[in-house]
């Protein structure tokens, strides 16, 4: 069965620092794999996805993920972090084929300091 | 184009009793997805509806049920609410390709006393 983990529950960064988040997953063929971040009291906006192809991903709000086959990871990095990035950020792999269920992290807490 | 829009945004239901709750799909997607999101945890697959058939279900009871409507929107029934029913309702419309994003709507929190 999928599996997500996102090590960190919390993370701390000052503003203009750059950010990683990281993601292992576990599935057994190739994933879909997907970010998406959540503000307080809201759902869930992507942030960028992999399919396949080139294994550095580029996204939405200057983020970017790359995939590593071989760390089974997908973390998501961004070279310099803006006090409105503060946010819960979600790790997801999809299982492919019909019936498209994504199987989600438990998340991060990233909080920005000024 | 409009978003996927979900009714109501919040709901108080005491244990026992049954809830339902709506979404509407973003235009031009045929599939709606329903997840579970507890306090602090990620989102949970409950199920999927595509052309107003269930398309795969996550790991909850009977007593959760669905419908997919002609025109895509869904209901979410939760029967016999317990306490742990407690949580952010999403759901998420998207064509049926696997590799088709899911957009998200903005949740239904639940609270059950």
């Known amino acids: 069965a999928q599996s997500v983990t996102q090590p960190d529950i919390h993370i701390t960064v000052s503003e203009g620092a750059s950010l990683e988040l990281r993601c292992n997953y576990s599935y057994g063929a190739t994933p879909y794999l997907f970010w998406y971040v959540q503000s307080p009291g809201q759902g869930l906006q992507l942030l960028l996805k992999?399919?396949?192809?080139?294994?550095l991903v580029q996204g939405i709000k200057g983020f970017e993920a790359e995939f590593k086959r071989s760390q089974s990871s997908f973390n998501l990095r961004k070279p310099s972090v803006h006090w409105s990035d503060a946010a819960e950020y979600f790790c997801?792999?999809?299982?492919?084929?019909?019936?498209?269920?994504?199987?989600f992290g438990a998340g991060t807490i990233l909080r920005v300091k000024s | 184009e409009t978003g996927v829009t979900q009714s109501p945004t919040h709901l108080i239901k005491t244990r026992g009793q049954q809830v339902t709750l709506r979404c509407s799909s973003q235009s031009g997607h045929n599939t709606v997805s329903w997840y579970q999101q507890a306090l602090g945890q990620g989102p949970q697959f409950i199920f999927q509806?595509?052309?107003?058939?269930?398309?795969g279900r996550g790991n909850f009871p009977p007593r959760f049920s669905g419908l997919q409507f002609p025109n895509y929107s869904s209901e979410l029934n939760v029967n016999a609410l317990e306490l742990d029913d407690s949580a952010l309702y999403l759901c998420?419309?998207?064509?049926?390709?696997?590799?088709?994003?899911?957009?998200f709507g903005p949740g239904t929190r639940l609270l059950v006393l």
């Open positions: 998420a419309s998207s064509g049926r390709d696997s590799k088709e994003t899911q957009y």
């Open positions: 992999y399919f396949s192809g080139d294994t």
């Open positions: 997801a792999v999809g299982a492919g084929g019909y019936g498209n269920k994504l199987v």
């Open positions: 509806y595509y052309r107003e058939e269930e398309n």
